[in-house]
């Protein structure tokens, strides 16, 4: 701390002698001690508005403003933080904060900056509890100079191309590089996404055909039983839901495949099938117009949510599994009661039919992407936009919210992808490198990178922080359909994570943490 204040007081007095104040000799540098940042900041204004007074107006004059409002935010933060290896207890970094300061984002940006560990997921943990992405220092109760353990994970990004092959491959440098495992499916790949665990790959290709794949050695596990449109897994990796043929929904075991249960209901195509976070429901959209809730255990129609007059696209649950949101060819988006199945709010103001919609992390927003050319972010209690976000080419191909809920990702009809502040709608970085426009582009889970995958057959690791490119990972010849992020931590011993060998009390110390933080990846 000190060696960020103590240039800013010779700073002062070089301002002093400049715009000769009367009160503050120019042979004299004002009488500030390190450690005193808002007397520095005091001192620092009452300097500017002299020379304000006086006329001076300079560049140079300018930059001190600006540095002005970084040292009044520094000069608000009130905690000192300690970060700590979880094995080693070696101190990793230093960093300061607000108490309204959201925990995590300051606790990695301060690893991050020190030790420049970009590919691998992040875990924070406070009394063997496992941080929240939302959770300020005050609603934690950390306070001025605990410490904070950090817990290392490997990253693995899957991809899926429509040449008909998935590939997983390990982006940490700082474990062994594996190399990308090739599985060749049936047929142009639609969709694809890696188990909870990390273990297993999920995958259907057209022509309705689902499968699950080791994801180490691409072996064939199964096939799903029946037609498969769309697939997803549940919370708890245990079951596998997705639109079938005929207008119904199916939920398979995933450990074999098999049709546990068939939800029949709807007169017109299934568009869409997820999961609640608890995973105890399960919610439906249809071309029909109308949503449904069904009780994953039996498959037992709960309700039907009616209301729009399109076709429905897609239906999603949102974090606490109070609220389902849906989103229309109607050019709508509708906010329902998971409990009753009464319309809330209707979100209006898209001119042409939406292609998706989501909740923010917190349920306090959503997010509706259309194809009139936009993505607005939502407030989902008034009901009120907020952000109107374009899209370059009025195409969207795809958008989300960061995990923290601060940006929200765009791709569009381009060779480029936009990263927005949330809450004031400006562009804070254009990702550009891809060679054709992008097709899909999604977060990590600690909101640290984007994977975007390309109609150039290729698929990138972008650093969120700074806009720029990590990694390009080649190998296929199609269009790039999934590209995603995945924290793994199950089945790998702590040695592994935390690099070296533990003792056996070190073992028994870590494991809880590995614990807390599985339940997290």
């Excluded at 010849?477 to 592994?496: N, Q, R, W």
């Amino acid at each position: 701390m000190s060696s960020s204040w103590a240039p800013l007081a010779h700073t002062m007095g070089l301002l002093s002698g400049l715009f000769s104040l009367e009160d503050t000799p120019a042979t004299t540098e004002p009488d500030f001690r390190e450690g005193e940042p808002i007397k520095c900041v005091e001192e620092l204004r009452r300097i500017i508005e002299r020379a304000e007074s006086e006329g001076v107006e300079s560049e140079a004059l300018d930059d001190i403003k600006s540095r002005l409002e970084e040292l009044e935010q520094e000069a608000q933060k009130e905690l000192t933080i300690t970060i700590c290896h979880a094995v080693s207890g070696e101190a990793v970094a230093v960093v300061r904060a607000r108490p309204t300061d959201k925990v995590v984002a300051v606790l990695r940006e301060g690893v991050l900056r020190e030790t420049g560990d970009a590919l691998v997921a992040l875990r924070f943990v406070v009394d063997l509890q496992v941080l929240n992405e939302n959770e300020t220092f005050e609603e934690v109760g950390i306070k001025d100079g605990d410490r904070v353990l950090v817990v290392r994970s490997p990253l693995r990004c899957l991809t899926a191309a429509f040449d008909g092959t998935c590939r997983v491959c390990s982006l940490s440098d700082g474990f062994s590089r594996d190399e990308a495992i090739v599985a060749v499916e049936s047929g142009p790949v639609l969709s694809a996404s890696l188990s909870p665990c990390g273990g297993h790959v999920l995958a259907v290709c057209s022509g309705g055909d689902g499968c699950v794949r080791d994801s180490y050695t691409g072996d064939l596990e199964f096939h799903l039983s029946g037609w498969a449109a769309s697939a997803e897994w549940s919370p708890d990796g245990r079951r596998i839901v997705g639109a079938s043929d005929t207008g119904a929904a199916r939920i398979w075991c995933a450990s074999t495949g098999r049709c546990l249960q068939v939800l029949s209901g709807h007169s017109d195509d299934v568009k869409s099938a997820s999961f609640s976070p608890d995973g105890s429901m399960i919610v439906t959209a249809s071309a029909d117009g109308t949503a449904a809730l069904w009780e994953a255990e039996s498959g037992r129609l709960v309700v039907r949510l009616s209301g729009h007059s399109d076709i429905v696209r897609s239906a999603a649950f949102s974090p606490d599994g109070a609220w389902v949101l849906t989103s229309s060819m109607d050019a709508t988006a509708r906010v329902w009661s998971s409990s009753s199945g009464l319309c809330a709010r209707v979100l209006t103001g898209h001119s042409k039919a939406l292609s998706g919609a989501q909740f923010s992390p917190d349920g306090l927003r959503a997010l509706t992407a259309s194809f009139d050319g936009t993505v607005r972010v939502w407030d989902t209690q008034k009901g009120e936009c907020l952000q109107m976000l374009p899209a370059e080419n009025n195409v969207v191909n795809a958008a989300s919210f960061s995990p923290d809920g601060s940006s929200v990702l765009v791709a569009s009809a381009s060779e480029s992808l936009r990263l927005f502040c949330a809450d004031t709608g400006e562009c804070r970085f254009t990702l550009s490198g891809h060679e054709d426009w992008v097709r899909v582009a999604a977060f990590s889970p600690d909101g640290m990178l984007v994977a975007s995958g390309s109609y150039d057959g290729t698929a990138r690791i972008w650093s969120a922080l700074d806009g720029q490119c990590i990694q390009m990972l080649e190998g296929h010849e199609g269009a790039v359909v999934t590209a995603a992020i995945s924290a793994l931590l199950k089945g790998l011993m702590p040695s592994v994570l935390f690099g070296g060998s533990l003792d056996g009390d070190q073992l028994q110390n870590v494991a809880q943490l590995v614990l807390a933080a599985v339940q997290l990846s």
